[in-house]
């Protein structure tokens, strides 16, 4: 009777393996095979750090699989762990496994490269990301930049770029106007015309947004692009941008200069990173609006703003605001008077928070 009892339940627990293992490859077989629809080719792009997660859900979203999680055991089961940043040609009658195979093989060009431009960045890093990932120098993009008959070019071309750019006291001409993102070209055949088009391109798209309340401002677009650039180098947080823009906007209002501290870095041909001394807080250019002959305001942009910069200018914060300030940790105060602010810098050096070089 123990003997045919203990049978029984091997059987049973057999039973109940060979049933979930039915249902495993049940499941395997469901999450493996195609989405399903119009199959129409799309573009799928893996950005430069993406994680396999970050990657499998992208997937998912996109319509393109049925499900991230199975996406990422399925790419570590049979070792697809290495996916390269590029852009792909996928479509939902694609299996799992023929997506997992294009994606692990590096894109639909070998030569393709991601160039990635982060908010803020000035023509100088431009200039640099394009040397460090193509075969184009360092020098030639800058002097592409000030090409007087290529700038002519494009200011037939853009309605965003004026001759305000051609001002002999701005560094480089396009600075400002290239749309801070990440573009996949051709690390071959790719020249910087055909890149700063890509970034000049997304720049009107977005300013297209724009179009009414530029063309109702009191500004000038090379103004507000300017304006835009400030705000994006002063700003650490986004939800900062628009009571900065505010500040600035209050502080033109009344003639007072920007005394915006990026100004007097830009203005040096100086990095963030760098300290300032006081000849170059007193320097006198056209960029810088502290020190002792400040101008009210830069004779142009000194970085690349993105969305949250100029979504700031187009729509600031109405506040009371003329000063601002930064401590250590990059929390900005503002303050409505030069008392208060002058107070907020004894607070927070007292404090030990402010920024000692």
């Not at 803020?120 to 030639?140: F, K, L, W």
């Not at 004026?162 to 993102?181: A, H, M, Q």
């Not at 939800?239 to 920007?258: E, Q």
Request: glycine content about 6%; aromatic content about 12%; charged content about 20%.
């Amino acid at each position: 009777m123990k003997k045919n009892k203990n049978f029984k339940i091997i059987n049973i627990v057999l039973g109940i393996i060979f049933v979930l293992l039915l249902v495993l490859i049940a499941i395997c077989i469901y999450f493996l095979s195609p989405v399903g629809g119009d199959g129409e080719d799309v573009e799928f792009v893996v950005l430069e750090g993406s994680s396999l997660s970050e990657i499998g859900n992208n997937l998912e979203e996109m319509n393109l699989i049925k499900n991230g999680k199975f996406f990422l055991g399925y790419s570590i089961i049979t070792n697809n762990r290495n996916i390269y940043a590029a852009k792909y040609t996928l479509n939902n009658n694609m299996s799992l496994s023929e997506i997992v195979e294009i994606l692990s093989n590096g894109g639909v060009n070998s030569n393709d490269v991601s160039l990635t431009f982060n908010e803020g960045i000035n023509a100088r890093g431009v200039a640099r990301v394009i040397s460090d990932n193509t075969n184009i120098s360092y020098d030639d993009v800058l002097e592409k930049m000030n090409d007087d008959s290529y700038i002519d070019s494009l200011i037939d071309e853009y309605w965003f770029l004026t001759d305000d750019i051609k001002n002999s006291g701005i560094y480089y001409s396009l600075e400002g106007y290239l749309f801070p993102d990440t573009y996949y070209i051709d690390k071959e055949n790719s020249t910087i015309q055909d890149i700063f088009k890509l970034m000049l391109d997304a720049m009107g798209s977005h300013l297209e947004e724009y179009r009414e309340e530029i063309e109702n401002s009191d500004y000038s677009i090379h103004e507000l692009i300017t304006l835009a650039s400030v705000t994006q180098s002063e700003g650490y947080n986004e939800s900062d941008f628009k009571n900065i823009a505010s500040v600035f906007y209050n502080r033109m209002a009344t003639g007072m200069p920007l005394g915006s501290c990026v100004t007097s870095y830009y203005g040096v041909r100086k990095e963030m990173t760098e300290e300032l001394s006081n000849s170059d807080i007193n320097s006198s250019n056209l960029y810088n609006t502290r020190g002792d002959n400040p101008v009210n305001f830069p004779v142009g942009p000194i970085s690349m703003p993105g969305l949250d910069a100029l979504e700031a200018v187009f729509n600031p914060n109405d506040t009371d605001y003329y000063y601002f300030v930064s401590d250590k940790n990059h929390k900005l105060y503002f303050t409505k008077s030069l008392e208060e602010h002058e107070q907020m810098i004894s607070d927070l050096q007292s404090e030990g928070l402010w920024l000692e070089w």
